[in-house]
């Protein structure tokens, strides 16, 4: 049974660092691994899709990598800013599973000012 | 991106009363969408599959009588909290994918309350 995990559960940095989110899953059988953000009382909003056969993906100011083989993935924020604080979800999506995410526990970011 | 959109954003309704919540993919057909329930502070639990036109996938541990699932079109899936409880209340989040989509997008999830 897939499981995925994020380290750390929270975290507290200045504004202007640049930081790193963890995330690990125990089965490396994955078809692709996403990133999401979550607002408090919102829905997601995914950030990055990284498939399979891919290193990383970039987007802005984000970027994630995936190393299957190890099965870790994790998500670079640069120049972090106020808004950026929010709830980071990794989610991977099995290859027998169909769509359906395994989703980790979240990592609360907060920037401060 | 392509827009899953869920209605209401929020609910309270009474102890033992039933709800219905909509999620709709906006700009795109699905075949398939996905239920989950967030509490508080914990992330994102799959409660079942909802397939067009046939019957729902539910995980282990979720109770098909009280959560129904219905996805009378491609663009359509509705849950229905049959006779809710307190011990219902939480926040549900809906997922879609195109055909073929290899991202899945979400909704912006509702939140009941049960008194």
């Known amino acids: 049974k897939q499981e995925v995990t994020q380290i750390p559960a929270a975290l507290s940095v200045p504004e202007g660092e640049n930081l790193v989110l963890n995330c690990s899953f125990t089965?490396?059988?994955?078809?692709?691994l996403q990133w999401f953000r979550q607002d408090p009382g919102k829905g997601l909003t995914s950030l990055l899709l990284?498939?399979?056969?891919?290193r990383e993906q970039t987007s802005g100011r984000l970027n994630a990598s995936l190393d299957k083989s190890s099965g870790r993935s994790t998500l670079y924020i640069a120049a972090s800013q106020p808004g950026d604080s929010a709830t980071y979800l990794c989610?991977?999506?099995?290859?027998?599973?169909?769509?359906?995410?395994?989703f980790g526990q979240g990592t609360r970011l907060t920037i401060n000012p | 991106g392509a827009v899953v959109s869920q209605h209401p954003s929020w609910v309270i309704c009474k102890s033992g009363t039933s709800v219905k919540i909509e999620c709709r993919s906006l700009?795109?057909?699905?075949?398939?969408m996905f239920w989950y329930r967030q509490f508080p502070k914990q992330s994102l639990m799959l409660m079942a599959t909802?397939?067009?036109?046939?019957?729902?996938?539910?995980e282990q541990g979720v109770e098909k009588d009280k959560f129904l699932i219905n996805h009378a079109s491609l663009t359509l899936s509705t849950l229905t909290v049959t006779s809710a409880h307190p011990e219902d209340s939480s926040f549900y989040i809906c997922?879609?994918?195109?055909?073929?989509?290899?991202?899945?997008?979400f909704g912006e999830g509702s939140r009941l309350t049960v008194l």
């Open positions: 997922s879609a994918g195109g055909t073929g989509g290899r991202e899945l997008f």
């Open positions: 089965d490396s059988a994955i078809y692709n």
């Open positions: 990284i498939q399979s056969s891919q």
């Open positions: 989610a991977v999506r099995p290859v027998q599973g169909a769509q359906k995410l395994v």
């Open positions: 700009d795109f057909q699905a075949t398939t």
């Open positions: 909802s397939n067009e036109g046939s019957k729902a996938t539910y």
